[in-house]
């Protein structure tokens, strides 16, 4: 049986896009040849790990990174523990671990998150842990909002055929090329839908919209 552990890597403590995408893979698994895989859900909220949580991860065949694009790159909370796994692993006996990594970005082009996913693939290579496969997922913002629409449906149908790709991957613990991917969305509607929801952000922090602009 596969042990999987799935690691979300968003700051946010609930309703992150990470989360999201994450839900969508363990959908994809209750679906598939992976469905009676050993899963546990683990968080890189800070940047700080203990003894015990490096343990229990070297304890399981497969990590599934997910975070968000920060700047073209990885969060440094995420660096941070990312850097302590790999300084905490020098001395001891490599676990047999196999990465693979979902990145979503606000960017409309999933193309935006493939130096994030290098980055990723290089920790891999200097830690000594076995790259399997990325996924760069363009539109990320929207995920939290469509959480409810099935995987592999309307907006997330790209979503879908690329988790099926990193699923069936992961089940022979292979790699793959990275996949990059966007809503089935138009640009345009996603676009107007990004700024009404910094308006709204605005309003409710008791800012108007011109405040956005201002030069001090």
Sequence with gaps: ????????GSPKAKDSSSEAALQAL??????????DSQITEFDFRK?????????????????????????DGIPSHVLS?????????KEKPQPQVTVYCLVNCGFYEGEQC???????E??????????????????????????????????????GKALET?????????????????ANFP????????EMGWRQQVKANGLKVRDLFLRR
């Design 47 to 71: 940047p700080q790990l203990s003894v015990q949580q490096m343990e229990q991860l070297a304890e399981h065949d497969v990590w599934v990174l997910a975070f968000p694009l920060y700047v």
């Design 122 to 159: 290089n920790w891999c290579a200097k830690s000594g842990w076995q790259w399997g496969q990325g996924v760069g997922i363009g539109a990320g913002g929207m995920l939290p909002a469509v959480k409810n629409v099935p995987v592999g449906r309307g907006p997330k149908k790209n979503l």
């Design 26 to 35: 363990e959908t994809v698994f209750s679906d598939g040849p992976l469905n």
């Design 166 to 182: 990193l699923a069936g991957n992961m089940g022979s613990r292979t790699g793959g090329e990275n996949i990059f991917i966007t």
């Design 114 to 120: 493939g130096l994030a996913l290098e980055m990723v």
């Design 1 to 8: 049986m596969l042990k999987i552990t799935m690691i979300n």
């Design 187 to 194: 640009r345009f509607a996603y676009r107007f839908a990004a």
């Design 81 to 89: 523990c990312m850097a302590q796994l790999e300084n905490y692993f």
